[in-house]
Nanobody, 125 residues
Framework: QFEFVESGGGLVQPGGSLRLSCAAS????????IGWFRQAPGKEREGVSC????????FYADSVKGRFTISRDNAENTAYLRMNSLKPEDTAVYYC??????????????????WGQGTQVTVSS
């Protein structure tokens, strides 16, 4: 069972920054690719980013490329999403999940397991 605790969300003005954390408690995070997903009100959940476990490759949705950075600290069993230059359209609940991504095959956007509680990000002036 893959269990995560997401944190770090909040209210930020346009152009601001946040760093989200994704802590794994029930398994070794370093063995898996980790994806960040988000769901805005009235919209379907979408993939934001993924980081491979095998080769360190990173992948981003076009809408966040150049503004968001995904990383992982396997010793801390935690993944992160640094979000800069935030826009109102980034407002959503953000979730992390085990995913599939690496350099040879790309990003599957296939989350495994149940969703956690997520962390709310609101970008507004």
């Amino acid at each position: 069972q893959f269990e995560f605790v997401e944190s770090g969300g909040g209210l930020v003005q346009p152009g601001g920054s946040l760093r989200l954390s994704c802590a794994a408690s029930s398994f070794t995070l370093g063995h898996y690719a980790i994806g960040w997903f988000r769901q805005a009100p009235g919209k379907e959940r979408e993939g934001v980013s993924c980081i491979s476990s095998s080769d360190g490759s990173t992948f981003y949705a076009d809408s966040v490329k150049g503004r968001f950075t995904i990383s992982r600290d396997n010793a801390e069993n935690t993944a992160y999403l640094r979000m800069n230059s935030l826009k109102p359209e980034d407002t959503a609940v953000y979730y992390c999940a085990v995913d599939l991504c690496d350099a040879p095959t790309g990003w599957a956007r296939t989350p495994f397991g149940s969703w956690g509680q997520g962390t709310q990000v609101t970008v507004s002036s």
